[in-house]
């Protein structure tokens, strides 16, 4: 499949595509680039029960694959990519996500990242239950797997562009003859930002069918395509034999197509009347949460803005192409993946351009918009492609630009240390070119690509900034940008950030609206169980290739009215018929969480393992607990001043502002230390957030290498 | 176009536009293999369920398996079906059907089989309009 069979190939490895079996190729392909091997590897039995597949097959790999003191940018540290027994069943909503497994470069841990796109399944459809990545290529490289003639390359891609949407078009134009050709094919792709900064993300296509044009999804979070690009991989390419309702060969394929059609039907009869992701996707949340107070505006000051209305889901459902079937794995009748289309480029290098912009997601517009004062949507619009196609995490993009935008407005940046750039809140311009620069890899754009966490460092040590102040406004943790939620109002979802594995990204825990709106968690206990079982649900959503979305931004008609309406008992029933439809295995829904929580324990000891994951690593800025300024203090000083008068029996009349913002402060920060201890005994760990070795046996993951890491701290 | 139309003063509940249609298709007479089916709720009139021909699940299909031929009946190209069932569960007729034997679904596509053997003349193929474009069909003049 070598293009014009023009392109020099480093290795070659050739092999029988075996069948799926029940949701799996019991194989995997291992890849070193540093030596130019390609091996298959097999999947043990104690890893299918063990660690399921996804997230469950990465970090099991990535474990045996680095060292105590391995950095993101060593050659062991490895690229893992795995979809799970479930990815690319076609019959259920939300089923062909790839998860994607690393060590950080911002965090210095393993992250993970659930993507859409095609590139998973067909991974598998070509015979392989992961790829893993390992080594550094001394040139640009691609990897080619074609499954359709059990061959996989690894190829010197001079020709090959770096940003996304230029490789999408590559694909298309070289690597495939035919349109049909065109449809079992998916790459994965960086981009010039992601070479030089720390916040790359990986580009995931998927053939669309109508627009005749590559899309992408992105794995956006922690740095993944900053390591593709330090290993200097282009792109890989998959080419899938074609994909049938069978191809993942389940036990019980009836028992997945009658789930499949009993949610078909209800996003059919009742999307419209709840979320409209069908004709909005995440947008649709923009509003919401300006509503009650959640958005972040300038850097998580605020948590809404008068200008909302300018960029909510109205304008998003406006300007995306309506009645096409934007799912991003084939089935997704919930559809959320829309584009703006004919979207012309008005800055860069590919000004002028006409292209599709995949999205905004909620996340982008909060994060590029409102978080940095921007309610321009075609400033979001322009952001938004650049990313994608520079390989830039918009979340990471967002936080840290809307940072930078405060630093600038305090007096710790100005236009001589920003090499020109004018980054106040709003400066729309500013932040564009600030992206741009991250892709060059030069001026204020190179500094501020580093992330939220490496800026505060370097403001204090060069330019003097106040080490507490940029602490206490850093949307960090653990070296993550925040994803972009309000979270001070909600003490279990400041613990749904700062307790989690890889970061603070809401994909482990979303509690603000059972904890601060519906009052569902009023004791620590609460907060504590809430925060065992959603996280745990959560991750099993990544050990088998499936999304989020489908679980509940649609929900029955009669959700509200059972006994825990927000664990949405009728879909994790859907989900439990699906698993063991897949695998011929019969499971309960309880076992589904035992399944999260021996990967989710693992994740915690790796995180122990390579020097993080302990109760000092939970820590949060106080931004996300509290107000920091006097400024966001008295923007909603009412609920404040009753906090003091009814939590604290203090009278504010007697106070000035800085004494009740201290007052406050004490009060909360020991309120998230109680939180710790409450979710550090729920989920069996010890009070410096250790697993214990009940646990890690109870789970059957105590194992010696294992142990070892946990010992030393017990 | 050609659709299929059922009379339910007609109809004696008798089923064997069910059993034609299934031997028809897939050579069994099996009602849960019939692109044809007539319900009996036991108050009111008999009801039948069939493809209509209004085309909302092209939309829907997310291969472009389902099309409208030239003659206005929407089918399926089973080569590019994924078996996703979308359009099952979005027909707003429920007249797209699934049976676990197939990977594909089937929808009735005025052969006209059934109209034959009725014994009471219930049912009958009509000429109604071709309905508007789906968008589908409109995105393939905009990119070709």
Redesign the interface.
Known sequence: MTAQGSRRVLAEFTYEVPPVERGYTNQILYVNLSNNTITAKPVTEEMKEKFIGGRGFGLWLLWHGVKDDTKWNDPENEIVISSGPCGGI??YPGSGKSLVVTISPLTDIPIDSNVGGHFGPLLKFSGWDALEIQGKAEKDVIVVIDGQNGRVTIEEADDVPADSHLVGHWLINEMAEKEEDR?FMSVVAAGSGAEHTRIGCLNFSFYD????APRFKQAGRGGIGTVFRDKRIKALVVKSPP????SNHPAD??RI?RA??R???E??DHDDEQNRMRKRGTPYLVQIMDDYDLLPVHNFKFGSHPDTPKINGDVWEARFS????D?CW????LACSHAVDHYTVRTGPYKGQKVIVDGPEYETIAGVGSNCGIFDPDAILEINFYCDTYGIDTISFGTLTAFVMECYEAGILDKEKTGGLELRFGNADAAIELLHQMARGEGFGKIAGQGVRRMKEYFVKEFGADPQFVQDIGMEAKGLEYSEYVCKESLAQQGGYGLTNKGPQHDEAWLIFMDMVSNLLPTFEDKAEALHYFPMWRTWFGLCGFCKLPWNDIVPPDNAMTDEPAKIPAHVQNYVEIFSGVTGKEVTADDLITMSERVYNFQRVFNIRLSKGLREHDAVPYRSMGPVTVEEYESRAERYDKQLRELLGLDPEKMTTEEKLAALRKYREEQYEKLIDAVYARRGWTKNGVPTLETLKRLGIDYPDVVEVVKKHL | MNVLSFDPELCVGCHICEEVCSDTWFKTTDVERSRIRILDEGTGPLQAVFCVQCGECI??????ALYRDRKGIVRLRKKL??????C???C?YGAMF?H?DY??PFNCIVCGQCVKACPADALSIVEEATPAP???EQ??TV?G
């Open positions: 076609t019959q449809y069918r109508r627009r005749k994909v049938r309702g069978d394929p009836e197509a499949g059609l949610l078909h039907k996003i059919h309506q009645g096409l079937p799912g084939y089935g997704c009748t | 939309d829907v299909c997310p291969t472009k079906c994924v078996g996703c069932l979308s099952v569960g979005f707003p699934y676990p990977l594909e789906t968008v589908t995105w393939e990119v």
